[in-house]
């Protein structure tokens, strides 16, 4: 049974950082394209940053660029999202989610985890 599950969500103020993590099971980590994506209130889920299988390339939303970073660590089967300089416009629901290319749609994507709340106050 393939498991995805997001952790170290929370409320931050702006400005702040924040890593996330989305630990895998039942899957061969190593071989699948991974993403974080994210739901913002009211609005529909949104790409935030793909990595490769092996970690090789990083792919981000324009929104996001140079303030967060997408990693992976194949011997811990994990996936990573380091955020700073947050904004409150960074409030949303955050998933993890693994396929077989590391693209920029939600249909892309196979497994999903549950997601993890990051709320950031101004």
């Known amino acids: 049974q393939v498991q995805l599950a997001e952790s170290g969500g929370g409320l931050v103020q702006a400005g702040d950082s924040l890593r996330l993590s989305c630990a895998t099971s039942?899957?061969?980590?190593?071989?699948?394209?991974m993403a974080w994506f994210r739901r913002p209130p009211g609005k529909e889920r949104e790409f935030v940053g793909s990595?490769?299988?092996?970690?090789?390339?990083?792919y981000y939303a324009d929104s996001v660029v140079g303030r967060f970073t997408v990693s992976r660590d194949n011997t811990k089967n994990t996936l990573y999202l380091q955020m700073n300089s947050l904004k409150p416009e960074d409030t949303a629901v955050y998933y993890c989610?693994?396929?077989?290319?590391?693209?920029?749609?939600?249909?892309?994507?196979?497994?999903w985890g549950q997601g993890t709340q990051v709320t950031v106050s101004s």
């Open positions: 989610a693994a396929g077989a290319h590391p693209a920029g749609w939600t249909s892309a994507y196979d497994f």
């Open positions: 039942g899957l061969e980590f190593s071989t699948y394209a």
């Open positions: 990595i490769t299988w092996s970690g090789g390339n990083q």
